[in-house]
């Protein structure tokens, strides 16, 4: 950093003439607007929190920014909705036990009741869990000696193969636990002993998680290629920690199918080693990472995304045009789903009156954020642009991929679908920490893929297990491996 002039210097300066004094007025101007641009930059950056940007909000501290949703108010009151089906714990028909309690003696005056008989009853019930032990089933195996000679054992049943071994429900138990409650080791092999009187080691639970990875190998596959065969098909990725070094957790998702898998890098390397975006015909949605633009299937960019950016324009940068192309955006969005029940595309009308009204916000977008002149000097790469402005050229040269939703109904509006399944992901990294090495992770994504699909299927995730250590998994269509 250049020191601040002395008196003597500025003096002499000021002595040595005119063009002197303009040399320096110009340098002073020029590092003033570089100081403005970088604390703007910075100011920016402060600006930012989870309801203006794609900044999670677990990073907005102690702080936090009021809540400010961009839906629309529902005229519906708070609170369950008429018709809605209550799950209280309700009386049950066929109680496991009934106990008594008889009437001795009156209560006022002392007389005995013993023999008369009850003139009604009044019932309460106690919904409980029974005390949990272990099931242990002893398989025998019969040997005969034929007068031939020769000796015959019978067979055991199948997956029966240790002298001592757990069985399909204990194993989907510490699966369940560990891969989906998200506990770290040692917890779930303390809840294991606490709860169903099973201790288990933290060698023998890793054991487990391996055979349940072992078996999903086939299921796995049919989801992955399910993916690589939809119409529409949500992108995300997110940082995770293997063996203490940052990597990638990428996630493909559908209404019936999540795929996850782990990664070192976090672009074209990873999305290529993983393998659905390389054969994906269908259109693909996403936030705004250049990677997916190398993939030659149709895409749609998320909304929620632009709502996220265009709040921050219009907070931080007071442009107005932001504000209403919000307001756009979600009118679209209302118009496509009023329609969709009745019809696959907006009217002609609707689509050049929306067309019209996106070019115009754009127009004084550009109006508000003109490109900066070149620098006198060129320099390598490329020009330096505003955020508003780099937001403005997204929506004007992608409005296609931006307005996908308009033009196709099957399109959604934002990515949700596969943030909220990274999310998921986000949530396993809070409660059990970093993974301790490339097969522990690839072992999660792989029972992550297969729990999250069969809920998408409607069948639960201790189910799913279960069919799973039992040697018929569940597979996309409902149909076991």
Same mark, same amino acid.
């Given at each position: ?201 933290? %060698?023998?639970?890793?054991? $487990?998680?391996? /055979?349940?990875? &072992? #078996?999903? *190998? ?104 932001? %504000?209403?192309?919000?307001? $756009?955006?979600? /009118?679209?969005? &209302? #118009?496509? *789903? ?115 699909? &069969? ?27």
């Amino acid at each position: 950093m250049r020191k601040p002039l002395t008196r003597e210097e500025a003096i002499a300066i000021y002595r040595a003439g005119e063009e002197s004094v303009v040399g320096v007025l110009l340098e002073l101007d020029a590092r003033m607007g570089k100081l403005e641009e970088r604390v703007k930059e910075l100011a920016d950056q402060l600006a930012k929190n989870s309801h203006n940007s794609s900044k999670p909000p677990s990073s907005d501290g102690f702080k936090k920014p009021v809540p400010k949703s961009l839906r629309e108010k529902s005229a519906r009151a708070t609170g369950g909705q008429p018709g809605h089906v209550g799950h209280t714990l309700g009386m049950a028909e066929n109680p496991d036990h009934i106990v008594i309690h008889r009437v001795a003696s009156c209560e006022r005056c002392g007389c005995s009741l013993a023999a008369h008989p009850p003139d009604g009853i009044e019932k309460r019930q106690v919904h409980d869990l029974p005390p949990i032990a272990l099931i242990v089933t002893e398989h025998q195996a019969e040997r005969k000696l034929c007068a031939c000679g020769h000796a015959t054992k019978a067979g055991f049943p199948e997956g029966v193969n240790a002298t001592v071994q757990y069985g399909a429900g204990v194993k989907a138990t510490a699966a369940y636990l560990k891969n989906y409650q998200f506990l770290p080791y040692e917890r779930t092999c303390e809840l294991m002993g606490d709860c169903f009187g099973t201790p288990m080691s933290e %060698g023998t639970l890793a054991n $487990l998680i391996g /055979e349940c990875h &072992a #078996a999903l *190998e086939a299921p796995v596959q049919r989801i992955k290629e399910q993916i690589e065969g939809a119409q529409v098909a949500h992108f995300d990725e997110s940082g995770s920690r293997v063996e203490k070094t940052l990597w990638w957790l990428h996630a493909a998702s559908t209404a019936t199918a999540t795929y996850y898998d782990i990664h070192p890098k976090r672009g074209s390397e990873a999305l290529d080693a993983i393998g659905i975006l390389p054969a994906f015909l269908g259109r693909a949605i996403h936030d705004f990472w250049t990677p997916y633009f190398g993939y030659p299937c149709d895409h749609g960019l998320c909304n929620a995304h632009h709502l996220r950016e265009l709040t921050f324009v219009q907070e931080q940068h007071q442009q107005v045009w932001a %504000g209403v192309m919000i307001v $756009l955006l979600l /009118e679209i969005k &209302a #118009a496509v *789903e009023q329609a969709r029940p009745i019809t696959d595309r907006l009217s002609p009308e609707q689509l050049r009156s929306f067309e019209a009204r996106y070019q115009i916000l754009l127009n004084e977008g550009y109006a508000e954020n003109p490109l900066a002149p070149a620098p006198a000097e060129k320099k390598r790469g490329r020009r330096k642009k505003t955020k508003p402005r780099n937001l403005l050229e997204r929506l004007d040269y992608h409005r296609r991929e931006a307005l996908a939703f308009m033009y196709d109904f099957q399109v959604p509006f934002d990515n949700n679908r596969a943030e909220r399944d990274i999310r998921m992901m986000k949530v396993q990294q809070k409660i059990s920490g970093t993974f301790r090495s490339e097969g522990g992770a690839k072992a999660f994504c792989r029972i992550r893929s297969y729990i999250s699909t &069969a809920r998408k299927n409607a069948l639960s995730a201790m189910d799913a297990l279960i069919l799973a250590f039992s040697g018929s998994p569940f597979a996309p269509g409902g149909v076991p491996s």
